[in-house]
C-alpha cells in the first residue's frame, strides 16, 4: 500500500500498540472504568481491546475495531468529549461543552496513556483533520482511508448529535495527542494560532477543519474550555519566542527621530529643544533627559558624581559615557554658582590666568567647603537653571552671565568638561551671535581653560571649534546634550576628568548648542569643580572609567561638531586639551602640564590629574589639544555612537525615579529621597544667585505634595532648600574631616542618610538606592547587584 | 528521653531567653528609672534658681526624651566611630554629634580642652615622677 511506506510511524505504533496491549496496565481499564459514566459500556470496551489486542490486527483492522469501540464508548458515555465540545461550544451553549469535558478528559487522558488509543486516535482521526492543518495529517489521512472512510461514515451521521461528540472528541484527542507524539512540535503552534483565530471568529464553521486545527493543537488543551487551553498554548509559545530584543533599539530610534522633530517643531521653546536637541544629539541622554522636564538631568547627575568618584574600576561603557555627562553638568552648574556666589562681578576682560585662579580659589572653596554632594547639587541645579536660561534667553543678559560665569567657570573648572562644554558653548554663542563682544570671546576663553581642566582636550577643541562657529542652534544642541551627558553620567566626577576624549567630543557638540554662555560655563565650572573633588577621592579607576565613557559619548559629538563645520581654530586649544585630557585618559599624570599651574594643581595634590590638567591643559593648550582632541573624537566615533545609544535605554525607564529624587531636595518634601539625588539638582544660573529654577522646585514640591501647591512657596521653599543645601554641604565636609579625608567621599553621603533618618537599621542604602534612583545610578551604586557575582571592582561597601 | 530532654532544653533554652530579655527590660526600666530621677534633681535646681517649679508631666517628659536621645547618641557615636575606622568612641566623634546646637557644641569644646590639658598635666606629673624614680634608681645601684 503506498500510505504504507508513508503512514510507516503509524503502522509500525498500531502494531505496536496491538501487539503489546496485554502489557497494557491495568491503569487504562480501572481509570477508564472510573472515568466513565458507562463502566459497564467502557468496560466491555475494554475487554474488547483486549481481545482485539491478542490477536494481531493489521492498521485497518484494528482501526476499525478502534472505531467501533469508540463509537460504542461515545454513545455509552453521557459526557462529550472537549475537542467537538469547543467546536461546538462556539455555535452552541458552554454547558455541553463543560459537562462532557471532565469525561472526555478522563477518556482522553486514559486514551493518551495507552499508546493504542492514541494510535487509534490518529488513525481514525486522521480522514477528519483537514488537509490545512498539516502536511502530517494531511498524510495520514489518505494513509488510511478505508479506515477513515468508515470513520467519516460515522461521522456524519453522528456530525451534528451529540453522539458525534465522543466520537470526535476521542478522535480528535487522540490524533491530537498522537501529533504530540510527532517530533515537529513547532507545526503545533502553527495550528493554535490557525485555531485561536478560527475560535475568534466563532467559527462558524464547525468543520473538520476546526477539529483539525483543534486536534493540532495540543491535546491536553482539548479537554477543557473552550478558549483558554488554545489561547494559552499560543501565548505560552510565544513567551519562549522572547522577542524583546529589537524593542527598545526601536524605541530609541524613533524616540530619537522624533525628539528631532519635535525639536524643528518647537523651535520656539528653550528648554524643550534644549531637551530635545540633547537628546537628539546624544541618545545617551535623551534618556535621561528626555524624562524630566527640568529635573532629568540633575538628579542622575548627583549620584553619579558621588558615586562616580567612588566607584573605581567598574565602568561598564555605557555607565561611564552616562556618568561622564552627568559630571560635566554637575561641574558646570557647580562651578557656575559658586563663581557667582563667589566671584560675584569677574569682569569679561579678565584674563584667563584671573579665571583660572579666581577657579583655583573657587575649587578650593568648594573642595573646602561644600561637599561634593553640593557642588553636585548645584552643578545639577545650575545646570537646570542654566540650561533655562539659556534656552530662554540669548540675549545681553546671557552674555553678561556668561561672561562672569564664564570667567569663573574656567577657573572653577578644572575638572569637568562640563564647564568646558557650557563655557564653550557660550563661548561659540557668544562669538557666533555676537551679541556680546567681550563676554562670549572671554568666554571663549573661559570655556577653552575650563575644558582644559576638565577634560581636556575634548572640551577644548570643542570651545575652539564651537567659537569659531556660530551656529547658535548647533550650540544650543550641542550643549544640551552635553549638559544631558552629564546628567546622565552622573558618575562625571571620575568620567569628567578622564574621558578627555570623550569629553571633547561631547563638548564640541555641546558647545555649539550652546545658547546661554554664562550658565553653562558656570555648570561646566561647578561640574569641573566638582569633578576635581571627587576626583580626588575618586580612584584612578573611576578616572578610567569616566574617560572612557567621556570618550565614548564624546567623541561622536565632537564629529558633529566637525561636520557642522566648527573651524579648527579652537583645534589648537582642543588639541592642547586632548593632550592633555590623554593624559589623565591614561593615568598619567602630567608633570609638564601641571607645573605651570602648579598652583591649580596643588590644589588638589590627590585629586585626580583631570582637574590640575584641564588647568594646566587650558592654559597649555591653545593650541595643541585642540587638533589631537579632534582626531581623538574621530577615533571612535561608531563605538562611541554605539555605547551611547545604548545608554539612554535606563534612564528611559525609570523618568519617575529621577523625578523621586528631584523632589526631596525641598525643605518641605520629607520624603525618604536620597538626599544625595536631591542635592543634585541645585542649579545656579549664572544670571541668578545660586539656587534651583523655579519650575524644577515647584514641579518637584508639587510632586510630592500631592495637593495643590500655590507658587506662593516658592521663595520660601527656596531658601529652605538654600540652607538645607548648606547645612547638608557642611556636614558632609565634617563627616569627611572627621575621617580624616579631604574628599567627601559616599560613605559620608551615607552617614549623612543615616543622621537624616533616611537610613536605619531596617532600610539600608540599597534599598533606597533602588527604590529612588534609575538604573544606572544604581549600577553603580551597587555593582555587585548587576554584575553576575563576578565583581572586577572593589566592593564599595566594607 | 530523648525527647523529653530535647524539650526540657528548649524549655530552658527559651526561658532563659525570656529571662535574658526580661532582664534587658528590667534594665532599661531601672536606667529611665534613674534618669528620671536624675531630671528630676536638675530642674529642682533649676526651677529654684528662677523660681519656677517643674510640673510632673514636664519632668517626665524630659526624662524620657531624653532617655531616647541618649539612644540616638550612642547610635551616632558608634557610626562616626566607624566612620572614622576606629572601634573606640573618641571626643571627636563626641564634638561631632554635638555640634549641631552651638551651646552645646561650644560647652563640650570647652570641656574637651579642659580634659585635654587635665590629661595632659596628669602625664607631665607621672613624667615627673617617674623621672626622679629612674634618676633615684639609676643612682642607687
Same mark, same amino acid.
Not at chain 1, 194 to 202: G, K, S, T, V
Given at each position: 500500500m503506498d500510505s504504507v511506506d508513508e503512514d510507516l510511524s503509524a503502522r509500525i505504533l498500531l502494531q505496536n500498540v496491538i501487539q503489546t496491549e496485554s502489557s497494557r496496565s491495568p491503569i487504562t481499564r480501572s481509570a477508564s472504568q472510573a472515568q466513565f459514566q458507562s463502566p459497564g459500556s467502557r468496560v466491555r470496551h475494554s475487554i474488547r481491546l483486549r481481545r482485539s489486542d491478542v490477536v494481531a490486527l493489521t492498521p485497518q483492522e484494528a482501526l476499525k475495531q478502534s472505531i467501533k469501540k469508540k463509537l460504542r464508548e461515545s454513545t455509552s458515555r453521557s459526557s462529550l468529549p472537549e475537542p467537538p465540545s469547543k467546536r461546538w461550544a462556539v455555535s452552541e451553549g458552554v454547558g455541553k461543552i463543560n459537562t462532557p469535558a471532565p469525561a472526555t478528559a478522563s477518556l482522553l487522558y486514559d486514551d493518551d496513556i495507552t499508546p493504542r488509543y492514541l494510535l487509534r486516535g490518529i488513525l481514525q482521526t486522521e480522514p477528519e483533520t483537514s488537509l490545512l492543518v498539516q502536511d502530517r495529517p494531511v498524510r495520514k489521512e489518505p494513509e488510511l482511508p478505508s479506515t477513515n472512510s468508515s470513520l467519516h461514515s460515522n461521522r456524519p451521521s453522528t456530525g451534528l448529535s451529540d453522539l458525534d461528540f465522543p466520537d470526535m472528541t476521542t478522535t480528535v484527542n487522540l490524533s491530537n495527542t498522537v501529533k504530540g507524539l510527532r517530533r515537529k512540535r513547532p507545526c503545533r503552534s502553527l495550528n493554535i494560532t490557525?485555531?485561536?483565530?478560527?475560535?475568534?471568529?466563532?467559527g462558524g464553521s464547525a468543520t473538520e477543519k476546526d477539529l483539525s486545527s483543534l486536534s493540532s493543537a495540543s491535546p491536553s488543551s482539548i479537554t477543557f474550555s473552550l478558549k483558554t487551553p488554545f489561547v494559552?498554548?499560543?501565548?505560552?509559545?510565544?513567551?519562549?519566542?522572547?522577542?524583546?530584543?529589537?524593542r527598545k533599539k526601536i524605541c530609541l530610534e524613533e524616540f530619537d527621530e522624533a525628539l528631532r522633530n519635535r525639536q524643528a517643531a518647537m523651535g520656539g521653546d528653550p528648554e524643550l529643544s534644549v531637551r530635545e536637541d540633547q537628546q537628539g544629539l546624544s541618545e545617551t541622554v535623551r534618556s535621561e533627559g528626555f524624562t524630566l522636564g527640568l529635573s532629568d538631568l540633575t538628579a542622575p547627575d548627583i549620584t553619579h558624581d558621588i558615586i562616580t568618584s567612588k566607584t573605581e574600576l567598574y565602568a561598564p561603557p555605557d555607565d561611564t559615557a552616562t556618568t561622564f555627562t552627568i559630571a560635566t553638568q554637575d561641574k558646570d552648574t557647580i562651578t557656575g554658582t559658586q563663581i557667582q556666589r563667589e566671584m560675584g562681578g569677574m569682569k569679561d576682560e579678565e584674563e584667563k590666568d584671573m579665571e583660572e585662579v579666581g577657579e583655583q580659589k573657587e575649587y578650593k572653596m568648594e573642595i573646602d567647603n561644600k561637599d561634593r554632594e553640593d557642588l553636585a547639587v548645584d552643578a545639577g541645579q545650575r545646570e537646570a537653571l542654566v540650561r533655562q536660561e539659556e534656552s530662554k534667553s540669548q540675549t545681553e543678559e546671557v552674555a553678561d552671565s556668561r561672561t562672569g560665569e564664564d570667567e569663573e567657570l574656567a577657573k572653577s573648572q578644572t575638572e569637568g568638561e562640563v564647564a568646558e562644554s557650557p563655557a564653550e558653548g557660550e563661548v561659540a554663542e557668544s562669538p557666533a551671535e555676537g551679541e556680546v563682544?567681550?563676554?562670549?570671546?572671554? !568666554?571663549? /576663553? &573661559?570655556?577653552?581653560?575650563?575644558?582644559?581642566?576638565?577634560?581636556v582636550a575634548d572640551e577644548g577643541r570643542q570651545v575652539v571649534e564651537k567659537g569659531l562657529t556660530s551656529q547658535s542652534l548647533l550650540h544650543n544642541a550641542m550643549h544640551i546634550s552635553r549638559r544631558a551627558y552629564c546628567s546622565e553620567g552622573g558618575v562625571k566626577v571620575a568620567g569628567v576628568m578622564e574621558g578627555g576624549r570623550g569629553y571633547k567630543s561631547m563638548g564640541a557638540e555641546l558647545h555649539p548648542t550652546e545658547t546661554g554662555c554664562a550658565g553653562r560655563r558656570s555648570e561646566g565650572d561647578t561640574a569641573g569643580e566638582w569633578h576635581s573633588g571627587p576626583e580626588v577621592g575618586a580612584s584612578e579607576s573611576a578616572h578610567t572609567r569616566t574617560v572612557t565613557l567621556g570618550s565614548a559619548p564624546p567623541s561622536p559629538l565632537p564629529q558633529e561638531d566637525e561636520l557642522e563645520g566648527l573651524s579648527r581654530?579652537?583645534?589648537?586649544? !582642543?588639541? /592642547? &586639551?586632548m593632550e592633555n585630557s590623554m593624559p589623565p585618559l591614561e593615568m598619567t599624570f602630567e608633570p609638564e602640564n601641571n607645573a605651570p599651574h602648579s598652583s591649580i594643581s596643588s590644589l588638589h595634590p590627590i585629586t585626580t590629574q583631570s582637574p590640575a590638567d584641564h588647568?594646566?591643559?587650558?592654559?597649555?593648550v591653545e593650541e595643541r589639544d585642540g587638533i589631537q582632541s579632534e582626531e581623538l573624537s574621530m577615533k571612535t566615533p561608531a563605538f562611541v555612537r554605539e555605547k551611547r545609544n545604548a545608554l539612554p535605554i535606563d534612564p528611559l525607564a525609570t523618568p519617575t525615579i529621577l523625578k523621586d529624587l528631584q523632589p526631596s531636595v525641598s525643605a518641605g518634601a520629607a520624603a525618604a529621597v536620597k538626599p544625595k539625588a536631591v542635592r543634585g539638582k541645585r542649579t545656579g544660573s549664572a544670571k541668578k544667585d545660586p539656587g534651583l529654577s523655579k519650575s524644577y522646585i515647584m514641579s518637584v514640591f508639587k510632586h510630592f505634595a500631592k495637593t495643590k501647591v500655590s507658587t506662593d512657596v516658592y521663595p520660601v521653599l527656596k531658601e529652605i532648600m538654600e540652607l538645607y543645601f548648606d547645612r547638608l554641604a557642611d556636614d558632609l565636609e565634617m563627616f569627611a574631616a572627621h575621617a580624616k579625608r579631604k574628599t567627601i567621599e559616599v560613605e559620608d553621603v551615607e552617614l549623612l542618610m543615616r543622621r537624616q533618618g533616611f537610613v536605619t537599621d531596617s532600610m539600608p542604602v540599597n534599598v533606597?538606592?533602588?527604590?529612588?534612583?534609575?538604573?544606572?545610578?544604581?549600577?553603580?551604586?551597587i555593582p555587585v547587584a548587576t554584575s553576575g557575582n563576578y565583581v572586577i571592582p572593589k566592593p564599595r561597601r566594607k | 528521653m530523648l525527647s523529653t530532654t530535647s524539650c526540657r532544653a528548649n524549655v530552658n533554652f527559651r526561658e532563659k531567653m525570656a529571662t535574658a530579655m526580661d532582664e534587658e527590660e528590667r534594665k532599661l526600666q531601672r536606667l529611665k528609672a534613674a534618669v528620671h530621677y536624675t531630671v528630676g534633681r536638675l530642674c529642682q535646681s533649676i526651677g529654684e534658681d528662677h523660681q519656677k517649679e517643674f510640673s510632673r508631666q514636664v519632668i517626665a517628659a524630659i526624662a524620657e526624651t531624653t532617655f531616647r536621645q541618649c539612644d540616638i547618641f550612642a547610635k551616632d557615636l558608634e557610626a562616626f566611630a566607624r566612620h572614622a575606622k576606629r572601634s573606640t568612641v573618641s571626643v571627636e566623634d563626641v564634638k561631632l554629634t554635638a555640634r549641631r546646637s552651638t551651646a552645646l557644641s561650644n560647652f563640650i569644646q570647652r570641656k574637651s580642652e579642659e580634659i585635654a590639658s587635665a590629661n595632659q598635666e596628669q602625664r607631665d606629673t607621672r613624667k615627673k615622677i617617674a623621672g626622679k624614680r629612674k634618676n633615684t634608681e639609676m643612682v642607687l645601684p
Open positions: 490557525a485555531f485561536n483565530r478560527q475560535l475568534e471568529h466563532e494559552d498554548i499560543p501565548n505560552e509559545k510565544r513567551r519562549f519566542q522572547r522577542k524583546v530584543a529589537n563682544a567681550a563676554s562670549p570671546t572671554e !568666554g571663549e /576663553e &573661559e570655556e577653552m581653560t575650563e575644558s582644559q581642566t576638565e577634560d581654530t579652537g583645534t589648537s586649544l !582642543g588639541n /592642547e &586639551e588647568e594646566e591643559d587650558w592654559d597649555d533606597l538606592i533602588e527604590k529612588y534612583l534609575p538604573m544606572e545610578s544604581r549600577k553603580l551604586l | -
